[in-house]
């Protein structure tokens, strides 16, 4: 998953960071990893929402995939 949800430069992500500390995000992601494998046969798109789910649960382990 590409993010493109930035401003002045600085993605949501990592302003979440900044703001709540890096605990708070990483449970802020595997809550939304949880969502996407909640809903996933339940959306049109499974492999969408497959990789979202991967992306958050490699954020919450401090894998950061933007960084690839």
């Not at 996933?40 to 789910?53: G, H, I, P």
Request: charged share 30%.
């Amino acid at each position: 998953m590409r993010s493109s949800d930035q401003r002045r430069g600085v993605e949501c992500i990592d302003a979440m960071v900044s703001a709540f500390g890096q605990d708070a995000v990483r449970d802020y992601c595997r809550l939304t990893a949880f969502k996407y494998i909640w809903r996933l046969f339940s959306k049109d798109n499974v492999e969408s929402n497959t990789r979202k789910a991967i992306w958050f649960l490699r954020m919450s382990l401090g894998d950061d995939p933007r960084h690839e």
